[in-house]
């Protein structure tokens, strides 16, 4: 008798599935006749490109990373985390330069603003290599990750009637975590934050967290362009046509300030092949190429040589002048004695008169 009745409820469960599928379809065709189904209507559109329907792809990182352990301690906590970060594609062309790249083209692709990028270049002299910004990036993600882990462990604690969180040792776990809500108790933030009573202020902490870290994940420096340089197109992947940005020929930076100096002297020992594209194709833009040290030998050579020919210049004057004078002393000594015989020959006419008077 209790199998019968198991078997009879068994019945009257697939009878009501099946009836709710019918009638589900029942509504969702006759909801389409009134749409004008078969007649007006084409279906779904069938592409072979998903982006044309559903615009540009997601860049999909994996947080937790993969479990890959090679060591006991991550075998038992973990893989250290570590950002998926989207990756740059250097190319060389004897058209568009030598430091050309492109990245794919997401939807959640995200560059520093042109003026934090333009600032960093700047006072960091960073050029072309940016693995010290790369490790800053996934270091600051890494803190990210076990900062959110930190606020799980904490909001965890509370269901824990039996645990004391302040503690040892568990005072020291939280500790990690309580500083931040310090800082939003002393701007009066915890007081606000509730939904009918009840404190949200550890979700919107965990959430502002996820946030900072999926953004880092997905940030993207430019360096030595600047994040508004580039330019939208396609490129084959694999074979496959994908949207890409690319980042080719001239950083703007370059024309508008120094290039690092760095860079330069690398291009004149190591790589002079850089050094005379950059000269043949942009030298008429009136930048200096060439590092610090050789344009302050080719200025020194340049100042001598100003100097050697300002003295022959000198000397020639001195001559022109020593010989002017000696001129003019002459004329003036042969005037002094064409005076000086005059004035004698009238004397002696006058003596010679007065001599004659008193004979």
Aim: hydrophobic share 40%; proline share 6%.
């Amino acid at each position: 008798m209790f199998k019968g009745g198991t078997m009879s409820l068994e019945s009257l469960g697939i009878n009501l599935r099946i009836k709710l599928v019918l009638a589900t379809s029942w509504f969702i065709e006759n909801t389409a006749k009134l749409l004008g189904y078969p007649k007006t209507s084409q279906g779904m559109p069938i592409v072979n490109d998903p982006n044309a329907i559903y615009g540009l792809p997601l860049h999909q990182p994996r947080v937790p990373p993969s479990p890959d352990p090679t060591n006991m301690l991550e075998a038992i906590f973990g893989n250290v985390p570590k950002s998926s970060a989207i990756d740059k594609f250097y190319y060389e062309s004897a058209r568009d330069g030598y430091y050309n790249f492109y990245i794919e083209h997401y939807k959640n692709v995200i560059f520093l603003p042109d003026w934090l990028s333009k600032w960093i270049q700047l006072h960091f002299t960073i050029g072309v290599d940016t693995a010290s910004l790369e490790i800053i990036r996934d270091t600051l993600f890494s803190l990210s990750i076990y900062f959110m882990f930190f606020l799980q462990f904490r909001t965890m604690l509370y269901y824990f009637i039996t645990i004391n969180p302040y503690t040892r040792p568990w005072i020291y776990l939280i500790s990690l975590s309580d500083w931040i809500y310090d800082i939003l108790f002393h701007l009066g933030i915890t007081r606000r934050a509730t939904f009918f009573g009840f404190p949200i202020l550890s979700i919107i902490v965990n959430g502002v967290a996820g946030v900072i870290a999926d953004a880092l994940n997905h940030l993207v420096f430019t360096m030595p362009f600047l994040p508004s340089e580039g330019q939208a197109g396609r490129v084959l992947i694999d074979g496959v046509p994908k949207d890409v940005i690319m980042f080719r020929y001239l950083p703007s930076l370059w024309f508008s300030h120094p290039i690092p100096d760095k860079l330069r002297e690398f291009w004149y020992v190591q790589r002079p092949d850089i050094y005379k594209f950059m000269k043949s194709n942009y030298g008429h833009l009136d930048i200096d190429f060439l590092p610090n040290k050789i344009l302050r030998q080719i200025y020194e050579s340049e100042q001598n040589h100003l100097h050697s020919k300002s003295l022959v210049d000198n000397v020639e004057k001195i001559k022109i002048l020593s010989t002017h004078v000696f001129c003019n002393s002459t004329i003036l000594l042969q005037e002094w004695g064409n005076t000086l015989s005059y004035k004698q020959d009238v004397l002696l006419s006058s003596f010679l008169e007065h001599n004659d008077k008193l004979i």
